[in-house]
């Protein structure tokens, strides 16, 4: 097989760039209408048939011969029994990477939190874990054992009481990567379902699958689609698009390192998107000639020539300044700043869902072991986006406990708003309240 790019050229400096540039970054994650309504179907199905649909989905799509729900459950057993047949290489690359996953997101968790006023009154915060999280996991050779420590881990910190993993096993293929990782990221219960009867089983709950709070993990369209008609229903992580990479480098890194970090996203699928920003010209044409070096060595090859000559680019700028400035314009996933001092620039750093710093880190050390979390916003949705955490899986109530002085005082300021809008029974819940004197406050106060 021939395998070369065509890895499209920007210049910032052309009148066009800023159209050229958002015809690269535009991706629409829209279903298609017979999608749509084959999500809906199927989410009508399991919440009016429950383990039957789900077991009726699983034999038609998974090809999976199940005669009930319990050909379909993983018990802690068998989990454990998963840790038993992966090699001692990759046991230990697991609890090393979940070690690291959980010692970062230890440093998320937020405590609850009040202060008394001086009349008595306290205010605060209450925060508390969800009581059930639903993972979704894709199964077969899509399957992603680090987006299990990525998911549960952080879950689990928050104090989650029980996380249930959904995993499709298409055929009856199981990784017993992906169950080493639900066992050792402590993951409860199992169900090998996939698809959007999944996503619906865990957002209503059927028989034996409980109804979860929140649903998180990467799937297809059909998942995607299903997770976003059960949102309001259940909460959800994100609705997340191709990975996608930017590097920015001064044109100092090895052209061959960078074009390995473009294909370490590339390889993802076709959709992926893979940019490198410099203000070196020659050093992109360096890095060209690398991607054409090193691409015919690449097992997924086809896969990364696809992605780099469809929505790759390599974008040629002013400056470092105008570098960072492009980097904030898309607002990528995955930022490599690939600079003598990365430290001087990440103030400026407004838009990005992880940044990785400096020549040696790779983004492919993010998505493994490094401990941040590696799922992330996509599609420039880290304008207002964070990575998943701790905070995902805890929820905050506000605490309010007004003394007898506080309550009166209060009770004053509360008066004249409410009548202000014109909503009396507010207004005198409040005055109720005011010390020593029940006559209604008008709306200017008196």
Not at 32 to 45: H, S, T
Not at 125 to 139: E, F, H, I, M, N
Not at 166 to 189: K, Q, S, Y
Not at 326 to 341: F, G, K, M, Q, Y
Request: proline fraction near 4%; glycine fraction near 8%.
């Amino acid at each position: 097989m021939t395998t070369s790019t065509a890895i499209r050229r920007l210049n910032a400096a052309d009148p066009d760039f800023a159209r050229h540039l958002d015809h690269l970054l535009s991706w629409e994650s829209v279903s298609d209408d017979a999608v749509n309504q084959r999500v809906l179907d199927i989410i009508k199905a399991v919440r009016e048939r429950g383990d039957a649909a789900l077991v009726e989905f699983t034999q038609r799509f998974d090809g999976v011969q199940a005669t009930s729900i319990n050909d379909l459950i993983l018990d802690r057993e068998r989990l454990e029994l998963a840790l038993t047949r992966i090699t001692t290489a990759q046991r230990e690359a697991l609890e090393t990477a979940a070690r690291r996953v959980r010692s970062y997101h230890e440093k998320q968790k937020q405590d609850s939190w009040t202060y008394t006023e001086a009349d008595g009154t306290v205010l605060g915060q209450k925060v508390t874990p969800l009581d059930r999280a639903g993972l979704y996991v894709p199964g077969g050779k899509a399957s992603y054992p680090s987006s299990v420590l990525m998911n549960a881990i952080p879950a689990k910190v928050a104090g989650v009481t029980e996380v249930v993993m959904v995993v499709p096993t298409p055929r009856g293929e199981i990784n017993e990567l992906v169950l080493a990782a639900a066992c050792i990221a402590g993951v409860d219960r199992v169900f090998t379902i996939g698809g959007a009867q999944a996503v619906a089983a865990l957002a209503y709950g059927t028989e034996s699958v409980p109804q979860v709070d929140k649903v998180v993990g990467p799937g297809n369209i059909y998942v995607a689609t299903a997770k976003r008609h059960v949102f309001g229903q259940v909460g959800i992580d994100m609705i997340a698009g191709p990975s996608e990479i930017l590097v920015v480098c001064d044109g100092q890194t090895d052209p061959d390192w960078i074009a390995m970090d473009l294909f370490s996203q590339a390889e993802h699928d076709e959709d992926a998107q893979a940019i490198l920003v410099s203000p070196d010209a020659e050093f992109l044409d360096r890095v060209a000639a690398s991607i054409d070096k090193l691409l015919p060595t690449m097992d997924r090859a086809e896969i990364i020539q696809t992605s780099i000559n469809g929505r790759g680019a390599l974008i040629h700028v002013r400056d470092m300044q105008q570098a960072i400035d492009v980097a904030n314009r898309i607002a990528p996933e995955h930022l490599e700043l690939s600079v003598a001092d990365p430290q001087a620039w990440l103030p400026q750093i407004r838009h990005a869902g992880a940044i990785f710093m400096g020549r040696h880190t790779s983004e492919a050390l993010g998505d493994y072991c490094a401990g941040p979390n590696h799922v992330l916003p996509t599609s420039g949705t880290a304008r207002f986006s964070s990575p998943l955490g701790v905070y995902d899986f805890q929820k905050r109530s506000s605490i309010i406990f007004c003394s007898e002085q506080g309550a009166s005082e209060l009770g004053r300021t509360a008066s004249v708003l409410a009548r202000g809008e014109s909503l009396s029974a507010h207004a005198r819940s409040a005055e109720y309240r005011i010390l020593g004197d029940h006559t209604p406050v008008d709306k200017e106060g008196n």
